[in-house]
Nanobody
Framework: QVQLVESGGGLVQPGESLRLSCTAS????????MGWYRQAPGKQRDLVAA???????NYTDSVKGRFTISRDNAKKTVDLQMNSLKPEDTAVYYC???????????????WGQGTQVTVSS
């Protein structure tokens, strides 16, 4: 089993900041990719940002220059620092990891439970 625990969502005003954190645990040999997705009401779940084990990052265009993703391989955590938040950033944010399992060697994908981010004045 692989578990993901997310934290850090909330209600903020436009222009403010939030930091999301996600910690992975369980049957993990290594983590290939760690990322954050978001899903607004009535819309599909889309990638926000991702970071590979080697540190390469990828961001959706709408958050470039405002959001920063980082990971700590030893602690199996991935953070998303969100600055200059806008109302259109409002969504449920989901942590996603692609891991190689310790006992089977299989590669599997896992999702966190989601954390609500609301940006409103």
């Amino acid at each position: 089993q692989v578990q993901l625990v997310e934290s850090g969502g909330g209600l903020v005003q436009p222009g403010e900041s939030l930091r999301l954190s996600c910690t992975a645990s369980g049957d993990i040999l290594s983590i290939n990719v760690m990322g954050w997705y978001r899903q607004a009401p009535g819309k599909q779940r889309d990638l926000v940002a991702a970071v590979t084990a080697g540190g390469s990052t990828n961001y959706t265009d709408s958050v470039k220059g405002r959001f920063t993703i980082s990971r700590d391989n030893a602690k199996k955590t991935v953070d998303l620092q969100m600055n200059s938040l806008k109302p259109e950033d409002t969504a449920v944010y989901y942590c996603n990891v692609v891991v190689r399992r310790r006992y089977s060697g299989y590669v599997s994908t896992h999702w966190g439970q989601g954390t609500q981010v609301t940006v409103s004045s």
